[in-house]
């Protein structure tokens, strides 16, 4: 199994540009999640899906949208970056929220710099 | 709102040391508890996760505990190598719905030869 993979690796856009961050996992988990990783603000929860077809925002989602059309592909959209959105994303996914079903896997992340 | 507290933000201890990583949560009404490592420029590594209804698990010289009434988890790391050296992050599971982990700051562990 590849786990969670994430591309690009890095991306500089300018600001107002649109882009959208990959996210793909092969372990058939439903549940999957983006964080935003910034210094001193820890991890921050953009938006998770709990399946296909269900998505559900979290605790930072202005300025990106999602979409859950398959199992295995979760993408992030940023729909007018700005500066603020400097950050490392991490994708994470889980087979279920149950017991240790609920362990979280991570992507190895994409960096994204907003001029 | 629940918060995470992670402290202290940065150790540094000789190789062979045992030593105590914090994680302290202002909410008790937790589903569980995760920790992770990350390594500099990766991804997160889960650890071990810690149902609320459980005191503690092990995996290997890692050990950790949860007592949820006074909202404080602990990760013991045994005989502590170079290899450990990352940055350690606690997470908590607010309930078994949804995909909700509210992270700590995370502890930058440095495992000096």
């Known amino acids: 199994n590849a786990g969670v993979t994430q591309t690009p690796k890095f991306q500089v856009l300018k600001t107002g540009q649109s882009m959208t961050l990959q996210c793909a996992q092969d372990?058939?988990?439903?549940?999957m999640s983006w964080y935003r990783q910034d210094p001193g603000m820890g991890l921050r929860l953009i938006h998770y899906s709990v399946g296909a077809g269900i998505t559900d925002q979290g605790e930072v989602p202005n300025g990106y949208n999602v979409s859950r059309s398959t199992t295995e592909d979760f993408p992030l959209r940023l729909l007018s970056a700005a500066p603020s959105q400097t950050s490392v994303y991490f994708c994470?996914?889980?087979?279920?929220?149950?017991?240790?079903?609920?362990?979280?896997?991570f992507g190895p992340g994409t960096r994204l710099t907003v001029l | 709102k629940q918060e995470v507290t992670q402290i202290p933000a940065a150790l540094s201890v000789p190789e062979g040391e045992n030593l105590v990583l914090n994680c302290s949560f202002t909410d008790s009404a937790i589903y569980n508890l995760q920790w992770f490592r990350q390594d500099p420029g990766k991804g997160l590594t889960s650890l071990l996760l810690?149902?609320?209804?459980?005191r503690e698990q092990t995996s290997g010289r890692l050990n950790a505990s949860l007592d949820k009434s006074s909202g404080r988890s602990t990760l013991y790391i045994a005989a502590s190598q170079p290899g450990d050296s990352a940055t350690y992050l606690c997470a908590v599971r607010r309930d078994n719905a949804g995909n909700m982990l509210t992270f700590g700051g995370g502890t930058r562990l440095m495992v000096k030869p």
């Open positions: 994470a996914s889980s087979y279920s929220s149950w017991g240790l079903a609920g362990t979280q896997y």
């Open positions: 810690i149902q609320s209804s459980q």
């Open positions: 372990m058939n988990h439903e549940y």
